[in-house]
């Protein structure tokens, strides 16, 4: 079992920059794809990033590219989003999430039914 535990969020002014931080508990973390969504009121929950376990490679989504960064470190059992020039409409609940071990060091997941474990949720809003 993995347990997911998100921080960091909070009130920032546009343009401003926040970084989330994921912590896991349970084995194997560092066989595991990450991702992070959001999911903002009266909207569905939608992908933002996602990294392969070795930490080798990511993707976003359009809408936040060049401004979100997500990395990891396994040595800590911790997945980071670094989002940059915030905006209003970034304003959301975040989750990060965990898919169950893989064996390629390169694959990672964009589907939220790919992933079988999240965290609670970290509310980040954006004021203009």
């Known amino acids: 079992q993995v347990q997911l535990v998100e921080s960091g969020g909070g009130l920032v002014q546009a343009g401003g920059s926040l970084r989330l931080s994921c912590a896991a508990s349970?084995?194997?973390?560092?066989?595991?794809?990450m991702g992070w969504f959001r999911q903002a009121p009266g909207e569905e929950r939608h992908f933002v990033a996602a990294?392969?376990?070795?930490?080798?490679?990511?993707y976003y989504g359009d809408s936040v590219k060049g401004r979100f960064t997500i990395s990891r470190d396994n040595a800590k059992n911790t997945v980071y989003l670094q989002i940059n020039s915030l905006k209003p409409e970034d304003t959301a609940v975040y989750y990060c999430?965990?898919?169950?071990?893989?064996?390629?060091?390169?694959?990672?997941?964009?589907?939220?039914?790919?992933?079988?474990?999240w965290g609670q949720g970290t509310q980040v809003t954006v004021s203009s």
């Open positions: 999430a965990a898919t169950l071990p893989v064996p390629s060091s390169a694959y990672y997941a964009t589907r939220d039914v790919d992933y079988q474990y």
């Open positions: 349970g084995r194997a973390f560092s066989l595991s794809p």
């Open positions: 990294v392969s376990r070795s930490g080798s490679t990511t």
